[in-house]
């Protein structure tokens, strides 16, 4: 295995620069990609980095830089160009997010070694396992928005996409061997369609278990949020360095209607009542003004599907201990509760369902109508 030090990082922070890397990009049929973000340091999560292994050079594209970071859709989409990522859903969305990216012609890593009934699915227990490879983890948490970034900074984030391309060629063959590489494939085009979720959704929808409290208590939880919300905003910081949602949710229990009864509460943070005391209040009165929220009432499914969805549940368990894999891997979920869903009663009707995954309904589909049909009988 070659040195990652044997060339230098190529840091890309101008149009200049970019262009005659993007005229790199366009004539290699395969490239590693990867991104890192400031999720744990800012209000408007940003990719702020995007590395890029090509033709043995590694390239960090900074993400925050006026340049025309977009212009990467060329490659991004085309076909005839491979994209190798690790974990790629997040990656994905990130780029669709912030730049309206598509993507063609993946190949994820990581789903590939979860294919394989790999245990350890990290990249750098596979660069480890693999190839003696120590990536490292110490910077993982590191606040990517910064500039300048220092060179282990820049180290780091080239170790995510310089050993991609043997890591792929590794599994590659392993797919082959085990007849699964048209399996892979079938999950890299699904992860190509993943989309940001852009429902405007009310504030109190990220805290969990709000379902738990009574209508008016949930209406102090949403003035509760938006007031953190817009503290986050004022400081650029991410929610949860704000206000947890413990400390919310408890306050809505609550409503505590003075300093007295705020102090009372565990999850307020003698810091917390110091700094947000008058805010806290403030919100509590507007949400107990306020009209009761109610939650829409969910249909309960009818106890046929529920027993359909147990059956399909248990076999695939079943067909993953068979197969060394997760269940998922078998059938993923959503494909599963459609099928639940449309009971079909005929392999025409199935295949129909499954379209999207025609290599689990080919190994799979025959024994799915059977699982299916036992309640019928």
Same mark, same amino acid.
């Given at each position: 295995m070659e040195s990652v030090l044997e060339s230098a990082v190529i840091w890309v922070d101008q149009d200049t620069a970019l262009a005659e890397t993007l005229q790199t990009l366009k004539q290699e049929k395969q490239i590693a990609v990867d991104t890192e973000s400031n999720s744990l340091y800012a209000y408007q999560e940003q990719v702020c980095l995007i590395q890029i292994s090509a033709a043995g050079e590694d390239y960090v594209l900074d993400g925050l830089a006026d340049m025309d970071l977009p212009a990467l859709s060329a490659v991004f989409a085309d076909k005839s160009i491979e994209k190798i990522f690790h974990a790629a859903e997040y990656d994905i969305l990130c780029l669709k997010r912030d730049f309206g990216y598509t993507?063609?012609?993946?190949?994820?890593? %990581?789903?590939?070694?979860? +294919?394989?009934?790999?245990?350890?699915l990290g990249l750098s227990n596979l660069l480890e396992d693999l190839f003696g490879v120590d990536q490292g983890k110490s910077f993982q948490k590191a606040n990517w928005g910064k500039r300048p970034l220092n060179p282990d900074m820049l180290y780091y984030a080239r170790m995510d996409t310089h050993f991609l391309a043997p890591l792929r060629e590794t599994l590659y063959r392993k797919l082959v061997e085990k007849n699964l590489l048209e399996l892979a494939h079938e999950d890299f085009d699904r992860l190509c369609r993943v989309e940001p979720n852009h429902k405007d959704s009310p504030c109190y929808t990220q805290v969990s278990r709000y379902h738990q409290l009574e209508p008016q208590q949930?209406?102090?939880?949403?003035?509760?949020?938006?007031?953190?919300?817009?503290?986050?905003?004022?400081?650029?910081?991410?929610?949860?360095?704000? +206000?947890?949602?413990?400390?919310?949710?408890?306050?809505?229990?609550?409503?505590?209607?003075? !300093?007295?009864?705020?102090?009372? !509460?565990?999850? !307020?943070?003698?810091?917390?009542?110091?700094r947000y005391a008058e805010g806290l209040l403030a919100a509590v009165e507007?949400?107990?003004?306020?009209?009761?929220?109610?939650?829409?009432? @969910?249909?309960?499914?009818?106890?046929?599907?529920?027993n359909r969805l147990d059956k399909m549940k248990a076999w695939r368990k079943e067909a993953g201990l068979q197969m060394g894999v997760q269940s998922d891997i078998i059938l993923p979920r959503d494909i599963l509760e459609n099928i639940v869903g449309a009971n079909p009663s005929n392999l025409e009707d199935?295949?129909?369902? %499954?379209?999207?995954?025609?290599?689990?309904?080919? @190994?799979?589909?025959?024994? !799915?109508l059977a699982v299916i049909q036992q309640e019928k009988k």
């Open positions: 993507f063609n012609n993946l190949f994820d890593t %990581m789903q590939a070694a979860r +294919i394989l009934g790999i245990d350890k949930l209406s102090v939880l949403e003035a509760l949020c938006q007031y953190r919300d817009k503290l986050a905003r004022k400081y650029d910081r991410p929610l949860f360095k704000v +206000i947890g949602n413990s400390a919310l949710l408890a306050v809505a229990q609550s409503s505590p209607r003075s !300093i007295a009864e705020l102090r009372v !509460i565990k999850e !307020i943070s003698p810091k917390l009542l110091e507007a949400g107990l003004k306020a009209p009761p929220t109610y939650l829409k009432s @969910h249909k309960r499914p009818s106890q046929a599907y529920l199935l295949q129909s369902i %499954m379209s999207e995954v025609p290599w689990r309904y080919k @190994h799979f589909g025959s024994e !799915i």
